[in-house]
């Protein structure tokens, strides 16, 4: 290979990691999900694999609007079927924020190039209610916990999302 080619190869490995590093903007919805129990309301957590507590959100597929989305997720990630579930109307929250890939998630978007390592997202919350208290997590999650109000509010992991449940307010 004549020195033209060793050049060609070099631009393209700087261009794949130029490529992995750029931003990604990405939109997702997600939801307070409430099952409302004898002991009152309870509020669906799930444990993230970087060990955070957070709710339920996911993807805007392509061809879905926010809230066809929203009920795939929580099916998806919950194994709660859509047709135990009520979108509370009056209640959205649209969040802002910034991070950077890490793990699986950092080797799969470097290996497939599709979406960059840094992510500015946005995620629109609902307010959802469910008859099924039954939970099976997906392989995104280690752990889920029906909790009261204020259970909840100690568990969650980032201030935006106590934000966001202090916005849903005390639900008996």
């Known amino acids: 290979m004549g020195m033209q080619g060793n050049s060609d190869v070099v631009m393209n490995k700087l261009f794949k990691l130029l490529w992995a590093y750029r931003p990604s903007f990405e939109v997702s919805a997600g939801c307070v999900l409430v099952y409302r129990s004898s002991f ?9 694999p970087h060990g955070h507590w957070d709710f339920v959100k996911g993807h805007i597929e392509r061809g879905e609007n926010e809230q066809e989305a ?6 998806e990630e919950t194994g ?9 109307p009056g209640f959205r929250k649209d969040t802002f924020y910034f991070y950077r890939a890490k793990g699986s998630e950092y080797e799969k978007r470097v290996r497939v190039g599709k979406r960059g390592i840094f992510v500015f997202k946005r995620v629109i919350y609902f307010l959802v209610e469910t008859t ?8 995104e999650h ?5 909790l009261s109000y204020e259970q909840a509010l100690g568990r ?3 201030a935006r999302a106590k934000e966001i449940l202090k916005g849903v307010g005390e639900k008996k």
């Open 40 to 48: 009152g309301a309870r509020y669906l957590l799930l444990r993230y």
């Open 70 to 75: 929203l009920l795939r997720e929580i099916e």
């Open 80 to 88: 709660i079927s859509q047709v135990a579930l009520s979108v509370v």
């Open 132 to 139: 099924q208290s039954s939970v099976s997590i997906s392989h």
């Open 142 to 146: 280690t752990d889920s916990e029906w």
């Open 156 to 158: 969650l992991t980032f």
